[in-house]
C-alpha cells in the first residue's frame, strides 16, 4: 500500500513545482488567453450556452428608493455535470532510488521535483487538447481509462464553414468569401466582429499566392501580365486588415510538434483576456478542488486546493516512490457562438 511521505518533498513543494510547469506550458499553447482558468470549488459545471455577455446596465433612480435588482445571464440551453479528474504518476524506482543516493539525498529531491514538473506538464497538455477541440469542434470528447463522456457547447451550424474554392487556388474569390463569413458572425454575435484570427503558416503562404490579393497590392488589374506570382507576408496582412480581417496572428500552438488547431483552417474568434468575473468572452477553463488538496495531512492551504495537486507516495512492494500528479478540470465554453471555424485548404 502506498503511503504519503514527505521526508525529500512535501506535497506543497511538488505541487507548486507541478502548477508552475503547467502554467508554463500553458502560456506556450495559447489558449487559456480565450479560456482563462477560474477556481471552481463546487466539482461541478453548470453554464449557460451561448451567452453573449451583455454588460448589465444600471438605472438612475430617485433619492430614497429602492435599487433595482440586475439580472443573471440566461442562455438558450444550459450544461450541468461533474469535472472530471485527469492525472498522472511516475515511478522513482527501488534501483534507481539506490542510485541517487550515491551522491546524497538531495537527488533523490530532485527526481521528485522532476515527476512532479513532468506530471504537471502532463495535465497541461491533455487540458490544451481539450481547450483545442472545444474551440475547433465545439466538444469534448472524454473517451480514456473506461470513460466514455462528450460534452457538446450548442455552436450554430452556421458557424462551421468550408470555402466553396479552397484557397490553394490562386484564383480564389478571397475577399468576397471573407465578407460573406464575417457578415454572418456579426448576425450571430450582436453586431461584434471577431476580435481575434488565426491563421497557419499553411494559409498565409498559399494567399501569398492569390491573384486577387497580389493584383490589389499593386493597384493593377488580376490579368495583368506584369504582376509577380507571389507577394510578401506582409502584404497580405496589410490586405486582410484593410477589409476588417483584426488581429491577425500566425498560430503555432503545438504539443510534441503536433498542432492543437488544424492548419488548414481559420479561425475567427472574441477578444482575448478576461472579465472582471474572471471569463473570457468564449467562456473559462474550470478548475475544481482535488480529492488530496483538502485532507489535512498534504498541507495545502485553503486557497491554494483549486488547481493542480502534486505529492510523493511509497510503497514497499517493491520499493519505490511515486509522484502523483492530478487536477479536476473541463473548458467550459459559455459563448460557443463567438468561434467560427472556415477550412480553407485541404486538410493536411
Known amino acids: 500500500m502506498a503511503e504519503y511521505h514527505e521526508n525529500h518533498r512535501n506535497a506543497a513543494d511538488l505541487t507548486a513545482e507541478a502548477r508552475a510547469a503547467a502554467e508554463l506550458a500553458a502560456d506556450g499553447y495559447r489558449l487559456d488567453r480565450f479560456l482563462p482558468a477560474r477556481d471552481n470549488d463546487s466539482l461541478e459545471y453548470s453554464f449557460d450556452l451561448n451567452v453573449l455577455g451583455l454588460t448589465d446596465v444600471a438605472e438612475f433612480r430617485a433619492f ?12 438558450s440551453a444550459s450544461k450541468r455535470g461533474s469535472l472530471p479528474p485527469v492525472s498522472r504518476q511516475y515511478r522513482v524506482k527501488e534501483y534507481e532510488q539506490l542510485q541517487l543516493q550515491i551522491d546524497g539525498e538531495e537527488r533523490i529531491g530532485l527526481k521528485l521535483d522532476e515527476y512532479a514538473r513532468k506530471g504537471g506538464l502532463a495535465i497541461a497538455a491533455r487540458v490544451g487538447l481539450a481547450q483545442a477541440e472545444a474551440i475547433e469542434f465545439d466538444r469534448v470528447r472524454l473517451q480514456e481509462n473506461g470513460l466514455d463522456v462528450e460534452i457538446r457547447y450548442g455552436r450554430d451550424s452556421r458557424l462551421f464553414v468550408t470555402a466553396a474554392t479552397l484557397w490553394n487556388d490562386p484564383n480564389a474569390d478571397v475577399l468576397e468569401q471573407l465578407l460573406s463569413w464575417l457578415g454572418v458572425y456579426r448576425e450571430l454575435n450582436g453586431g461584434a466582429n471577431p476580435g481575434t484570427t488565426l491563421i497557419s503558416q499553411r494559409i498565409l503562404d498559399a494567399l501569398t499566392r492569390n491573384k486577387q490579393i497580389i493584383a490589389s ?69 474550470e478548475w475544481g478542488i482535488t480529492a488530496e488538496s483538502i485532507q489535512p495531512i498534504y498541507g495545502i492551504g485553503a486557497g491554494e486546493r483549486s488547481g493542480i495537486f502534486a505529492a510523493a507516495f511509497d510503497s514497499n512492494r517493491p520499493q519505490g516512490t511515486d509522484v502523483l500528479s492530478t487536477a479536476v478540470v473541463i473548458p467550459a465554453l459559455v459563448n460557443s457562438n463567438a468561434v467560427m471555424t472556415v477550412a480553407v485548404l485541404p486538410a493536411a
Open 64 to 75: 430614497d428608493t429602492t435599487p433595482g435588482y440586475g439580472e443573471g445571464q440566461s442562455g
Open 217 to 285: 497590392t499593386f493597384g493593377k488589374a488580376t490579368t495583368d501580365a506584369s504582376l509577380p506570382g507571389r507577394i510578401q507576408y506582409a502584404d497580405v496582412l496589410t490586405y486582410l486588415s484593410a477589409w476588417g480581417v483584426r488581429n491577425i496572428e500566425l498560430f503555432t500552438g503545438n504539443i510534441d510538434r503536433k498542432a492543437l488547431l488544424s492548419d488548414h483552417k481559420v479561425y475567427f474568434l472574441p477578444d482575448e483576456g478576461a472579465s472582471l468575473d474572471g471569463s473570457g468572452a468564449l467562456g473559462t477553463t
